[in-house]
């Protein structure tokens, strides 16, 4: 039985988190139009965080305080990407474009917009 509830669990968590906590305006980016906007370039968030996405595959992400997480990007065919960091650490998240937003949104519902100008 208890098989049987994990089992459930697992098949529920991915489908409640398909929706990305979309509103209304959110424009998924199909894979070929993502990775032409993320591979070889970096992009600032509000908090002044910067995240890289190398040409062959590394990523990292710079805290405004100090500091560089490293790993590996996939930009999956549902354009979803998936970070697998070298502390064993993994996340996928969504990019959407709202009006001339740019906004990352994490699996657990959360919204980080992204700067216009990139460094």
Do not use: K
Request: hydrophobic share 40%.
């Amino acid at each position: 039985m208890r098989a049987f509830v994990l089992g459930l669990i697992c098949f529920a968590l991915p489908a409640a988190a398909q929706d990305w906590a979309m509103r209304d305006g959110d424009q998924v980016i199909a894979q070929e139009a993502l990775s032409a906007r993320l591979v070889g370039q970096a992009i600032q968030f509000y908090d002044n965080g910067i995240s890289r996405f190398e040409t062959d595959g590394r990523y990292s992400y710079t805290y405004d305080q100090g500091g560089t997480a490293y790993g590996q990007f996939d930009i999956g065919s549902d354009g979803i990407v998936c970070i697998d960091f070298i502390n064993g650490f993994s996340r996928c998240d969504r990019y959407v474009d709202n009006g001339a937003r740019f906004i990352l949104l994490t699996a657990d519902g959360l919204r980080f917009p992204i700067r216009p100008e990139r460094p």
